[in-house]
């Protein structure tokens, strides 16, 4: 086991990890203490979080000077393009609209950061995504890898790796369905497969402009404008990206209503422009509050 720690003078801006790991931006992460999700709050103290990165597993905490980890390997560099720690976040929370519910988010999360994650992962997580509450898709997420994952063992345990795209495109649409996901399981097998054959590559539509990246996501079975943007977002890197779920078109309609403008198309560039020069960094901390404001709704859903 190799250990270290990232000083948090080094990272340009504030840092929450609870509010980054906890916001429904990505489910692979794991809090030790079995309260993932619990407190919306960013009260975590010096709780540990664990995930698996490319068969290698992962545990960092928050203190009051440093992120430190534990892993299978020298885990800064992972650590830091995840967690995006080389954003400047004080200078972008500067630029974020001055409205009421986005200057609340940010009193509430200042710290949170937008992610990195792995393309594969986050695309089968939003693509289980709609209707569904973040715990559960944190859930279902986790009864894949535990099924069809590769075993890592880690300080007496049996963790596991996420399934690659190849294993999922291997097993029936019944028994994914009876894993839970629903209809979604037609569509996880199937782009599964598409993936496995490299119908899409994920470089080729990092590189390329914002909506030819979404539009090409979209060719992908199960995969809406929706579960694209948070793919784009969260996983690759892109800025403008605002994913209109329940929560945003919740604050289209009440607090930005001249950005309701009918299709999603429209509606996105509106909200895009509204948002300022961070869209989605605004849309996060807009998510996260509405979400975590009245938990009784759905979570991460259409």
């Not at 992972?78 to 995006?84: D, E, I, N, W």
């Not at 399981?185 to 979404?214: F, G, H």
């Not at 945003?248 to 509204?274: K, N, Q």
């Not at 869209?279 to 975590?292: M, S």
Request: proline content about 6%; glycine content about 8%.
């Amino acid at each position: 086991m190799q250990t270290g720690a990232i000083d948090l003078a080094s990272i340009p801006g504030p840092m929450d990890l609870q509010a980054t790991l906890e916001s429904g931006q990505t489910f692979r992460w794991s809090r030790l203490d079995g309260r993932t999700y619990e407190d919306p709050a960013p009260s975590g103290g010096d709780a540990w979080y664990r995930t698996v990165h490319d068969g290698e597993v992962i545990e960092v905490r928050q203190t009051a000077a440093a992120l430190e980890w534990r892993s299978t390997f020298d885990a800064t560099e992972t650590l830091s393009r995840r967690l995006r720690l080389d954003d400047d976040l004080g200078s972008i929370l500067e630029e974020v609209p001055g409205d009421e519910v986005v200057a609340r988010a940010v009193e509430r999360f200042a710290g949170m950061r937008l992610v990195r994650e792995p393309f594969w992962e986050t695309l089968v997580s939003f693509i289980l995504s709609a209707q569904m509450r973040v715990e559960r898709i944190h859930q279902l997420v986790e009864t894949l890898a535990t099924t069809y994952g590769d075993p890592v063992e880690w300080r007496g345990e049996t963790l596991y790796s996420f399934p690659s795209s190849t294993a999922l495109a291997e097993q029936s649409e019944r028994d994914l369905r009876d894993l839970g996901v629903g209809y979604r399981a037609p569509y996880l097998r199937e782009t599964a497969a598409m993936i496995a054959a490299e119908a899409v590559s994920p470089a080729a539509v990092a590189s390329s402009p914002y909506e030819t990246a979404r539009e090409t996501l979209t060719s992908l079975v199960g995969v809406g404008p929706k579960v694209a943007d948070c793919v784009l977002l969260f996983s690759l890197g892109f800025a403008e990206p605002v994913p209109l779920d329940t929560w945003i078109r919740s604050a289209i309609e009440e607090h930005f209503p001249e950005a309701a403008a009918g299709s999603y198309d429209d509606t996105s560039r509106a909200i895009r422009d509204r948002f300022g020069p961070h869209p989605g960094y605004t849309q996060t901390y807009v998510f996260h509050h509405l979400r975590t404001t009245d938990r009784a709704e759905v979570g991460r859903g259409d």
